[in-house]
């Protein structure tokens, strides 16, 4: 993993200490080495977390193909590398090194624009030939890449932050991108960024910039097809899917963990990950997530029935895994809110961020890359507006309980709450109308389409941006299994029936990996992150927040602190099944944070 910049000038004026300002800021995603390529229109510039071929994956990279030179800087990870390493070596191609950077590199002179569509893994590059650049993202976006256009020059990052060292590039929000982050915020509509001027590079897109300018386009889309198989095909087709996905991904030359919660999805990617690691005689490192003093203070709730710390330890014996328990203490958990939004660069998730940011400096100091359970819910099913039509077919987004709650807090004149409340409606109600699905499909079918479509697109997008930040922050590079193409193509079709048997959440999933797991953990139901429970992080954030309030010229301006007051003595959720009243005061300290931090102009 890495981090990528680049400048692009076509009318010969590029500034290279700008790019070396802009990589400097993103060193963290990539602490092993730097580089950078320039000529008359061109700079790029590469941080490298060296994670397979450490000693020659060196960027950026350049060859000499048919007279012509080809330049890139890339970030992600390639899991068919073997496979396309052998398909362009019958092409010709001789290779110098073992890293995946050079496969991506000859895929794109060999396949050209269709390169994208032969990758299976997570990334973002830039590839330059001297007459246009071309840029790529993997299928669900899990690797970052941001934009701007000023004056025909165009200028990308892996991170926002490099970007606003541009002096040309505004700190402008707009009244839309302010009602993204009161209605919509840590979810935000693909292609936009907080800031009027930075665009980001969507998932499953393309770009071309030249001397004609920009052209964007998508070169993968989710299909709705007939399925025609019976249940037992579905069970060993997932199972061969799920179990091939993970162990691609255990490809590495650096230390190898996973996270395991204990959960379902986690406790699949550990044991799959564990009998592999058994057959060449190691053993698997893993680590569960808890909070100080959560014992004493946990209570079990519709969202979060149980605590997870007894299933993470049952299952990491049954295993014989090396497992370690991180414990967050309460004031980690308050002081980081601010350091993970400069790690967003946007409004995020409150102490969901800052609680992955702890875990993740922790992992670092012995593992380099970690193999993680996200993306499993959206596919399989797992959430309930999957089979509650209420949920669903409102006018909302299902996952946001309170949707009016946050703009509420604010004075009309700055939220102007009706129309923003109209804006992201109409997104959503858009959103509802672009799910690929098929005459045949039954209302129950129809319904967990629609609901995995929107759950990849807009739930999943946001957990996997929290993931790459909090993770890369400290160098460490967490891989997401569940975010193959292949299961999500194929599942996407699986009758639901097949996927709710017996009325149970994934029961695909469970079915189809039984034989790794004890009846304990395969049926357990659902639980999400872990937060704290712990009444003492209230009072941490209840003393930041109204510290930050006092000395805030735009709290004290725009908050309603009446309406603030009767929102946090609640005890409701009003975002997925986490954020709370103490989230909803982290969330107000990050908000403030980013405002002022980011000298951030709210614009019509």
């Known amino acids: 993993m890495c981090s990528i910049c680049g400048e692009i000038d076509f009318s010969g004026a590029p500034s290279p200490s700008l790019l070396r300002e802009m990589s400097s800021t993103l060193v963290h995603r990539g602490p092993d080495a730097s580089g950078d390529f320039c000529d008359s229109c061109v700079t790029l510039c590469h941080n490298r977390l060296a994670v397979v071929d450490v000693e020659n994956g060196a960027q950026p990279m350049s060859v000499i193909y048919g007279n012509k030179k080809y330049t890139i800087v890339y970030n992600g990870e390639i899991y068919n590398t073997r496979e396309l ?96 982050i009161l209605y919509l915020s840590p979810n935000f509509v693909e292609g936009h960024s907080h800031f009027k001027d930075i665009l980001e590079l969507g998932a499953a897109q393309c770009m071309t ?116 328990v991180l414990t967050c203490p309460q004031e980690k958990l308050a002081t980081l809110l601010t350091e993970s939004t400069l790690y967003r660069d ?65 004075k009309d004149k700055l939220s102007r709450s009706d129309e923003g409340y109209e804006y992201i409606s109409s997104i959503y109600k858009k959103s509802l109308g672009e799910c690929p699905i098929l005459d045949s499909d039954s209302d129950e079918m129809k319904m967990s389409r629609i609901a995995s479509h929107l759950s990849v697109n807009y739930f999943m997008s946001s957990l996997l941006q929290r993931k790459d930040r909090m993770s890369m922050a400290s160098g460490l590079e967490v891989r997401v299994p569940f975010a193959d193409h292949r299961i999500y193509e194929f599942v996407y079709n699986v009758p639901w029936e097949i996927k709710f048997e017996g009325g149970v959440e994934k029961a695909l999933l469970r079915n189809a990996m039984s034989r790794y797991l004890p009846d304990k953990i395969l049926w357990r139901k659902k639980s999400p992150y872990p937060k704290t429970h712990n009444p003492k992080y209230m009072e941490l954030v209840s003393k930041m927040f109204w510290a930050r309030y006092e000395k805030s010229h735009y709290l004290k301006e725009n908050l309603d602190r009446v309406a603030l007051e009767a929102a946090i003595s609640g005890k409701a959720t009003w975002f997925g099944q986490l954020m709370a009243a103490p989230q909803l005061l982290a969330w107000l300290i990050q908000f403030d944070f980013w405002l002022e931090h980011y000298n951030v102009n709210i614009v019509e």
């Open 85 to 180: 390493r052998c398909e362009l070596e019958k092409c010709g191609i001789e290779f110098k090194t073992n890293c995946d950077t050079e496969v991506v590199l000859y895929s794109y002179i060999v396949f050209g624009e269709n390169a994208p569509s032969r990758l299976n893994g997570i990334f973002a590059f830039c590839v330059y030939d001297g007459e246009k650049a071309f840029f790529a993202r993997d299928r669900f976006g899990v690797k970052p890449l941001f934009y701007a256009i000023i004056d025909k020059t165009l200028y990308f990052a892996s991170e926002i932050k490099a970007l606003l060292k541009c002096d040309k590039i505004t700190r402008n929000v707009t009244k839309e991108a302010l009602w993204e």
């Open 209 to 324: 910039f030249d001397k004609n300018g920009l052209k964007k386009w998508k070169y993968w889309r989710i299909e709705a097809r007939e399925y025609y198989r019976d249940k037992k095909y579905a069970y060993e087709k997932t199972e061969y899917l799920v179990s091939d996905a993970i162990k691609r991904q255990l490809v590495s030359d650096v230390p190898l963990c996973t996270l395991l919660s204990g959960g379902l999805d986690s406790s699949v990617v550990s044991a799959v990950a564990s009998e592999e690691y058994k057959k060449s005689g190691r053993t698997l490192s893993t680590y569960s997530f808890e909070y100080e003093g959560n014992k004493e203070s946990f209570k079990s709730g519709l969202f979060q029935p149980e605590s997870d710390d007894e299933y993470a330890l049952y299952l990491a014996d049954y295993l014989g895994t090396k497992h370690t």
């Open 346 to 410: 946007m409004v995020g998730q409150g102490d969901i961020d800052s609680s992955l940011l702890y875990f993740c400096k922790e992992i670092k100091k012995e593992h380099t890359v970690s193999l993680s359970g996200e993306c499993s819910d959206e596919i399989f099913g797992g959430y309930p507006w999957f089979y509650r039509p209420e949920m669903l077919y409102s006018d909302f987004f299902p996952w946001i309980h309170a949707p009016r709650l946050r703009a509420s807090l604010f």
